[in-house]
């Protein structure tokens, strides 16, 4: 050990002026342009190519402490897309939907609300332009791209669940309506993509209905969507992995989107195993006693920190990191909840 330090991670924040600056460069056919402001004024940047009758709409940072997919679609903006599938198709992303949550790297926007919560009422400006975009351009299908928290892990393993794939549903019940039965076909397709790519390929998220969400809305009166979850990948805290791969994904869709594809690929997504959660970042455990802690990274304004989500008989607790120790020191007052950003904090000693 080096360090008192536990954390040796680059921060995922980056306030909206960086973003911004970056969606500023358009690279190859993109055309970008304002699709409205956000409730403290910043603009909300829509991106467009092609110009085809085949329509997808896709938008990502939502949730403005989730960025992995805004840096994949700034990633795939930068790539050519072939002629034919811009004759074919009309693409739309909006990249970062939530700018004043990105600034304060809350789920929230700047008025506390949840964004996703927001699709029948529209009290939210950002919630207003994405109805009105779906109710302009009407897309044949539509990407809702998200991060979800490190607890999620394939089942009964310690392998964390990197990405998780949705056709949410449009009614409470298993009613599938038409939209729902094409986008479990899409969500098939990209299963098989993310899985040629990346071995432990993908486990479905959970499919609770959520009448206020965007998602059911959408499914229910719009065009077929399909949630992606982007989540944690051993020891890759930035998601440069996942957005690597969610990039090169989302570019094998766009060049094969002038098509729907076979049905086969519904069972690549209705195979899928849900994933189930309790999975943490770091397990300490102590070889003497066998009890120990387990934490999980957050990061806000302020920087990244660990916070304690279990303290004592922790041996069985899946891990993406497991150190063993030759103590932890007795008499630490540690408590579930507690943020800790120093080994010290933990009075940890020994082989660390």
């Not at 998200?146 to 392998?159: E, G, L, Y």
């Not at 996942?242 to 989107?257: E, G």
Request: some cysteine; overall charge negative.
């Amino acid at each position: 050990m080096n360090s008192n330090s536990l954390l040796n991670f680059v921060p995922r924040f980056k306030p909206f002026g960086e973003w911004a600056e970056w969606m500023l460069t358009s690279i190859g056919p993109w055309d970008r342009t304002e699709a409205g402001r956000s409730s403290e004024n910043k603009p909300i940047y829509l991106y467009r190519a092609g110009h085809g009758p085949r329509i997808l709409l896709g938008w990502a940072q939502m949730h403005g402490n989730e960025p992995t997919a805004t840096n994949a679609l700034l990633a795939l903006f930068q790539e050519e897309l072939p002629k034919e599938a811009q004759e074919k198709c009309t693409f739309y992303f909006i990249p970062l939907l939530n700018p004043d949550g990105a600034d304060r790297f809350t789920r929230e926007n700047a008025s506390g609300l949840d964004i996703n919560r927001d699709a029948r009422e529209c009290a939210t400006p950002e919630a207003q332009i994405l109805i009105k975009l779906l109710e302009r351009i009407k897309p044949d299908l539509c990407l809702n791209l998200h991060d979800q928290r490190v607890t999620f892990r394939h089942k009964n393993t310690s392998i964390p669940a990197t990405f998780s794939i949705l056709s949410p549903r449009n009614h409470p019940t298993d009613l599938d309506n038409s939209f729902r039965e094409i986008s479990k076909i899409w969500s098939g397709f990209l299963v098989d993509k993310i899985s040629a790519i990346h071995p432990a390929g993908c486990t479905s998220f959970s499919d609770e209905f959520y009448p206020s969400a965007f998602g059911e809305l959408i499914q229910e009166k719009y065009a077929p969507i399909v949630l992606i979850e982007t989540g944690a990948f051993s020891t890759d805290y930035n998601r440069t992995y996942q957005a690597r791969v969610l990039s090169t994904v989302l570019h094998a869709l766009l060049v094969q989107f002038s098509e729907i594809p076979a049905e086969e690929y519904l069972r690549r997504y209705t195979d899928l195993e849900p994933a189930e959660t309790g999975l943490v970042d770091l397990l300490l455990l102590s070889e003497k006693s066998g009890t120990g802690v387990a934490l999980s990274l957050f990061e806000n304004t302020e920087g990244i920190y660990y916070e304690i989500m279990e303290v004592g008989d922790v041996a069985d607790c899946p891990a993406i990191t497991t150190i063993y120790c030759e103590e932890i020191l007795k008499g630490n007052l540690l408590a579930v909840g507690q943020k800790v950003t120093q080994w010290s904090a933990l009075g940890v000693f020994g082989s660390v």
